[in-house]
Nanobody, 121 residues
């Protein structure tokens, strides 16, 4: 059974940085390496929104306009782990952040449990 486990959330002051991690279990390295990974977030009272996508290593990377230039999505396939480096954080970045994985050429999707990020002084 595939599971995604996130870590790295917390409280940070405006202008600060956090790095989220999401480790996949129940999937081998070969399959993970060709899966598409994404980060989403959901702020209180708002719908879940897409934040960033990374296809395969060396593949396509894309970001929502609201985070472009401040957030970086990356992956370490050998560790079956995806990351979201968040810099210059703003109060409007406060949300629960979710990692997501879609298997190659498949509609099968997996979600992490979510990790809270709070940006406040």
């Amino acid at each position: 059974q595939v599971q995604l486990v996130e870590s790295g959330g917390g409280l940070v002051q405006p202008g600060g940085s956090l790095k989220l991690s999401c480790e996949a279990s129940g999937i081998n390295v070969a399959h993970f390496s060709i899966s598409t990974v994404r980060w989403y977030r959901q702020a209180p009272g708002k719908e879940r929104e897409w934040v960033a996508t990374r296809t395969t290593s060396g593949g396509i990377t894309d970001y929502a306009d609201s985070v472009k230039g401040r957030f970086t999505i990356s992956r370490n396939d050998a560790k079956r782990t995806m990351y979201l480096q968040m810099d210059d954080l703003k109060p409007e970045d406060t949300a629960v952040y979710y990692c997501y994985m879609r298997l190659y050429r498949s509609t099968t999707e997996y979600w992490g449990q979510g990790t809270q990020v709070t940006v406040s002084s």
